[in-house]
């Protein structure tokens, strides 16, 4: 594959696999990559996509203009022409979807947190070495602009050594009592609940940020025990009140104290049942000498405090722009707000970079391993009452 220029595009025919809203949001992040990257590597194409539910291929298809749709998802693995495929399916079936890709030859954009163990995970990278294909994971928080200017400002030393750091991420989309008992709740299909949802997130944000994680304790609940099952194919999180009840089997809530390899404290909490929070993401990191907090909500703004005064330092605001992270590429003034698409966009354009160069970029399915190891070592923590340390 040769190098692209703007007068030259270098085409790469994608697929999607799995067609409900990720699914969306990978094929509009491929649609978008021209619009924000206009003298970027790589041009993607989307030729194709597959669902299991009826007509649903056929009805993105059409809307997305790929060429085929299938539902049957080893057809688009058949197709020589496809270089590269999202992976937007339910986290069980990651490990033999991510793994059939790779092994086809094609380069790998999936879903966090890729299966539902590190074992997953790991079984996804060395299928990506052993192919020496390109991966991309989708840890989209990590690609806020503001994320990356609180990493600058960490890197380069503008709070001290770090201290202790808070990262939350509460949502209520489990709160409801009568949400459907879907694939999320069940251990053999969503693994670990708020650990695999939230908490994977979370993860790849404080080692973005703050580095590895050397040891940690933690605490789950299951808040709400019982639901309705579904009667008919779901899409998201929607309710269900007729069918048969059974058994939440994964965690709503997770509580973890990290110790990290700089010796720095973190504390990271996620709910899926938090009532009155809607993707309620954030950190609050702290240093010798200052502190930096985001919240998602407000993506556009970071808060600091720096300099010499330790006690009563005063705390600024900034709206990130161009020049912090890909800002740039979509606004060209300061406060212009961003939103969660726009991630997935950049998030696109590191993917597609990565194959045309061959340089690892973004985050990638070693981040999701690294992920998985720290969220298994919480379940194991959490059955033996004790910290863990993570090899």
């Known amino acids: 594959m040769?190098?692209?220029?703007?007068?030259?595009?270098?085409?790469?025919?994608?697929?999607?696999i799995g067609m409900g809203w990720m699914g969306r949001v990978h094929a509009q992040a491929y649609a978008r990559v021209p619009h924000h990257y206009p003298d970027g590597p790589a041009l993607p194409v989307l030729v194709a996509v597959a669902d299991d539910v009826a007509g649903r291929a056929q009805a993105f298809a059409a809307r997305f203009g790929a060429e085929a749709a299938y539902t049957d998802w080893r057809a688009v693995l058949d197709d020589p022409s496809i270089d590269a495929v999202s992976v937007t399916v339910p986290n069980f079936l990651h490990r033999d979807i991510g793994v059939a890709v790779l092994d086809a030859g094609k380069h790998l954009w999936i879903e966090k947190p890729?299966?539902?163990?590190?074992?997953?995970?790991?079984?996804?990278?060395?299928?990506?070495a052993r192919n020496g294909r390109r991966t991309a994971v989708g840890f989209n928080y990590r690609n806020a602009p503001a994320v990356q200017a609180a990493r600058a400002m960490i890197a380069e030393g503008r709070l001290g050594a770090v201290t202790?750091?808070?990262?939350?991420?509460?949502?209520?989309?489990?709160?409801h009592p009568d949400g459907?008992?879907?694939?999320?709740?069940?251990?053999?299909?969503?693994?670990?609940g708020v650990l695999g949802d939230l908490g994977s997130h979370g993860v790849d944000l404080v080692t973005h940020l703050l580095g590895d994680i050397d040891a940690l304790v933690a605490d789950t609940a299951i808040?709400?025990?019982?639901?309705?099952?579904p009667t008919g194919a779901t899409s998201g999180h929607q309710l269900a009140t007729s069918g048969v009840r059974g058994p939440v089997e994964n965690e709503d809530y997770l509580s973890a104290q990290l110790r990290l390899a700089s010796g720095a404290r973190c504390v990271l909490e996620a709910s899926r049942i938090a009532v009155g929070e809607q993707n309620s993401y954030g950190f609050e990191i702290h240093g010798t000498s200052g502190m930096v907090r985001w919240d998602y909500r407000r993506m556009g703004e970071l808060e600091a405090s720096v300099g010499a005064d330790f006690q009563d330092q005063p705390v600024s605001m900034v709206h990130v722009g161009p020049g912090s992270g890909d800002y740039a590429a979509f606004q060209p003034g300061a406060a212009n707000p961003m939103g969660y698409d726009d991630l997935k966009v950049i998030e696109a354009q590191h993917f597609l970079r990565s194959i045309v160069t061959g340089v690892p970029e973004?985050?990638?399915?070693?981040?999701?391993?690294?992920?998985a190891r720290a969220l298994d070592a919480m379940t194991r923590s959490v059955d033996e009452g004790r910290w863990v340390t993570l090899a």
């Open 114 to 128: 890729v299966g539902l163990t590190e074992a997953d995970a790991a079984a996804v990278a060395a299928a990506a």
């Open 2 to 16: 040769h190098h692209g220029t703007q007068q030259d595009p270098n085409p790469v025919r994608v697929a999607v």
């Open 223 to 229: 808040f709400i025990p019982e639901r309705a099952e």
């Open 164 to 175: 202790h750091a808070r990262f939350r991420l509460f949502s209520d989309y489990a709160a």
């Open 362 to 371: 973004g985050a990638t399915v070693d981040d999701a391993v690294r992920s």
């Open 180 to 192: 459907a008992l879907t694939w999320r709740y069940q251990r053999d299909r969503g693994g670990n």
